[in-house]
């Protein structure tokens, strides 16, 4: 037989639940969508690495997000991942990773999707994204 769960267990699994569902902080949204920005800025003159790998981060979790949200929130992202992809084989070519002027606004773009998926999503939505982003790339080193 089943055994019943007590109040106390409802109760924390019912917080549990709150929780997940909260928003991020005003504060932390504010300086993680600044530095988002701040990369693709420096990407435009010349970015370093690290910007790079910010931003195709974002790129991956918008993917997933938007394929549970909307497949047509996809082509934009799926286009600004072949920008950074470019970017990529730049820097094996030459050691830069400056964006071209034609490559902005695409990524941009995509970025302002990515900026929307993560305010409209909780924490533990993008937790979940993040999981699959990785669960991906395991899969796909195998």
Known sequence: MKRRKTK????????LAIHRSQAYSES?????RLGVLEALVRLKSGGAPEDWAL????????????????LALVP??????AVMGKLKDQYAADKT????????????????????ILVNSSPYQMQLAGEEVKRIINESRS
């Not at 106390?8 to 917080?15: D, K």
């Not at 990773?97 to 929307?116: G, N, S, T």
């Open 28 to 32: 932390h949204l504010v300086a993680f």
């Open 97 to 116: 990773l400056k964006l071209a002027e034609v490559d902005y606004e695409p990524l941009a773009y995509a970025l302002e999707i990515f900026d929307q």
């Open 8 to 15: 106390a267990e409802l109760a924390a699994g019912s917080m």
């Open 55 to 70: 931003i195709v981060e974002c790129l991956n979790l918008a993917q997933v997000r938007a394929s549970q949200i909307s």
């Open 76 to 81: 934009p992202l799926m286009e600004a991942d």
